[in-house]
């Protein structure tokens, strides 16, 4: 057990519609990172987030955003949905900001099906 | 840019075999570098880093890797598989500035009786 969370676990939705994904990181992590794996794109990251600002952004589509909140926890929103969005959706938790040696932590993902 | 490259998107060992899944990395300042395994319906793993302490990284469950700067490699090795290890492996090169993951493509292992 990683200590990263996501709910939920799986979300089957329509295309056009819009979905949030939530991840709590393991305590005392200030950053959350949010990951699409998909067997086209692999595994690419999509954005960071440290102590509720956002550091850095990845492949992200402009459908998609994201925040963090003053408990750290961080949703990820999808919105007008596409088949290509079907994916894997993880969140990772580390300790600090950035230029350390620290560890990435995994949740178990969300997988998202749009039918 | 930061990247890594895994040869091989399939591996095929028996059990007892020695495993050796491959990763080379293109990075401009020293790499810190990752293997992680996904189990099938399951997050990722890490099962060992290498931040430029030690040049042989020892990992969990019995993996080793081993940073060769002049060959610009991180292979991940075993020495003998078991049924367990049947997963997907990735490697990834960690930016420095925000620590974000590149992965490579992925390699997965087959391990047979």
């Known amino acids: 057990d990683s200590g990263v969370t996501q709910t939920p676990k799986h979300l089957i939705t329509a295309t056009g519609q819009r979905v949030t994904l939530r991840c709590s990181p393991r305590?005392?992590?200030?950053?959350v990172y949010w990951y699409q794996q998909s067997l086209d794109q692999g595994l690419q990251f999509l954005i960071q987030y440290y102590n509720g600002e956002e550091r850095a952004k990845g492949n992200i589509l402009e459908r998609f955003s994201a925040q963090q909140f003053p408990d750290l926890h961080s949703e990820l929103n999808l919105s007008s949905l596409e088949l290509g969005d079907s994916a894997l959706y993880f969140c990772?938790?580390?300790?600090?900001?950035?230029?350390?040696?620290?560890?990435?932590?995994f949740g178990p993902g969300t997988r998202l099906t749009v039918l | 840019a930061q990247s890594v490259t895994q040869l091989g998107s399939h591996v095929s060992v028996s059990e007892g075999a020695l495993v050796l899944l491959r990763c080379n990395y293109s990075s401009s300042v020293p790499p810190y570098l990752f293997w992680y395994v996904q189990y099938p319906n399951q997050g990722l793993q890490l099962l060992l880093k290498?931040?430029?302490?030690?040049?042989l990284v020892k990992g969990i469950n019995g993996f080793e890797a081993e940073f060769k700067k002049s060959e610009t490699s991180f292979h991940l090795t075993k020495p003998s598989a078991h049924m367990s290890d049947a997963a997907e492996y990735f490697c990834?090169?960690?930016?420095?500035?925000?620590?974000?993951?590149?992965f490579g493509t992925g390699t997965r292992l087959q391990v047979f009786p």
């Open positions: 990772a938790s580390l300790r600090g900001g950035g230029g350390s040696t620290d560890t990435q932590y």
């Open positions: 305590s005392g992590d200030l950053s």
């Open positions: 990834a090169v960690s930016d420095r500035g925000t620590d974000k993951l590149i």
């Open positions: 290498y931040t430029s302490a030690a040049t």
